[in-house]
């Protein structure tokens, strides 16, 4: 090697400056599956999700299995919350590559190292952003759902070419023990420095993922309620036994949900215009239906039902009972404020507006005086104070 190349003596880039027995290829590729299969699971699971909240014209949101969604965002918000301590020894144990010497041996590493910049980037705001979602703390200006959504396409590319260019190196470090990573500096490096081994710090990157996935996953698994230490919401805690993301007053219809004048109005193509007041809802055939409440943020619950199903109404304004509907609330402004019922779930005998739960009024933060509930649907389409059904 010319001394031209000649690594420095001094610096990051001094042989053996981040020598230790725990920085492996081998370390790296078991930490990299991990991180492979927690981020293709939470895209997956998120891709679904964004479908459900905001679906496209092919895209037609299944009533059944009523708890799919419970499940898929239960993962989702799960695989998220255990790949960062993964993730945070993933970088731990690489990073002494960004210092190997020289910087750029070649064209290929060069854009290896490029590819980097938005898989690293894009995993930690990932991460970063879901974890202020599910604490509903949003310190920036954008819009959160679209930003997870285009970042999280980005990364997922990223991690597929990287996937690709580490495969091979990847399938021999799982085949057997490999070198450390900063043997390329000095090779006694790993037998004069002593530290963490590779196995305690596998184990205790993975003991500390599985704490975090026990301390957080009651929020959406009944059995582990008790141990959702830090989990970011109880679903055993609000009015009437179960939380709330938006409350009344803060959606501004306080005076309007409680109104003697409130009226559900039925309305829209083909519909025979109707409109009910809640003497008239109260009186019809009440249904119930055992569903759960499966929040985006992770958390979910299930209650017992109780109000008119949405196909009799459909019926009585002279349309079909499988008619996508558009619902809207009181609520004036923000997000969220309506959402769409395809065709199997208008259809569903599940699918109410609910006036009751758990044989009590809803409480005005559960969105009394009428509220949609229907089988597999994300929480913030479950929409609350209804007063509008128009059909599309």
């Not at 000649?6 to 078991?30: C, H, I, L």
């Not at 949405?310 to 019926?315: A, N, V």
């Not at 969105?367 to 994300?378: E, M, Q, T, V």
Request: glycine letters at 8%; hydrophobic letters at 45%.
């Amino acid at each position: 090697m010319s001394s031209r190349l000649a690594p420095p003596k001094v610096g990051p880039f001094r042989p053996g400056a981040f020598a230790s027995p725990a920085r492996s290829e081998r370390t790296a590729a078991v930490l990299g599956l991990a991180l492979g299969v927690s981020f293709g699971i939470c895209f997956l699971t998120g891709l679904y999700s964004h479908l459900a909240q905001h679906p496209p014209s092919w895209f037609h949101l299944s009533a059944r299995p009523a708890g799919l969604y419970r499940i898929t965002q239960g993962l989702h918000v799960a695989t998220g919350l255990a790949a960062i301590p993964l993730l945070l020894a993933k970088l731990w144990t690489v990073f002494p590559k960004l210092f190997s010497w020289p910087p750029f041996p070649s064209v290929a590493v060069a854009l290896e190292r490029i590819c980097l910049l938005p898989l690293v980037g894009g995993s930690l705001f990932l991460l970063f952003s879901g974890l202020a979602n599910i604490n509903l703390w949003y310190p920036w200006p954008f819009n959160f759902p679209l930003a997870h959504y285009w970042t999280a396409w980005i990364t997922i590319g990223a991690l597929i070419v990287h996937i690709g260019a580490k495969v091979s190196v990847t399938r021999r470090a799982l085949r057997r023990s490999a070198p450390t990573l900063t043997d390329h500096h000095d090779d006694s490096a790993a037998t004069v420095n002593a530290g963490m081994s590779r196995r305690q710090l596998l184990a205790t990157a993975f003991g500390v993922s599985g704490l975090v996935t026990l301390v957080t996953v009651g929020q959406t698994y009944g059995p582990l309620r008790k141990l959702a230490l830090l989990a970011p919401r109880r679903p055993d805690v609000g009015p009437q036994g179960f939380p709330v993301n938006r409350t009344a007053r803060a959606a501004g219809v306080l005076e309007s949900a409680r109104s003697s004048e409130y009226r559900l109005e039925i309305t829209g193509r083909g519909a025979t215009a109707t409109t009910f007041d809640l003497a008239e809802l109260q009186a019809m055939t009440q249904h119930r239906a055992t569903l759960p409440i499966a929040c985006v943020e992770g958390w979910s619950t299930t209650q017992e039902w109780e109000g008119v199903r949405l196909r009799d109404l459909l019926r009585r304004a002279g349309v079909s009972t499988d008619s996508t509907v558009r619902v809207e609330s009181l609520q004036p402004r923000r997000s969220y404020r309506t959402s769409n019922v395809d065709g199997s779930q208008t259809a569903d005998p599940d699918t109410l507006l609910a006036l009751r739960v758990n044989g009590a009024p809803l409480d005005i933060d559960h969105g009394y005086p009428l509220r949609l509930i229907a089988p597999n649907r994300p929480g913030v389409m479950q929409t609350k104070w209804v007063t509008r059904v128009v059909v599309l």
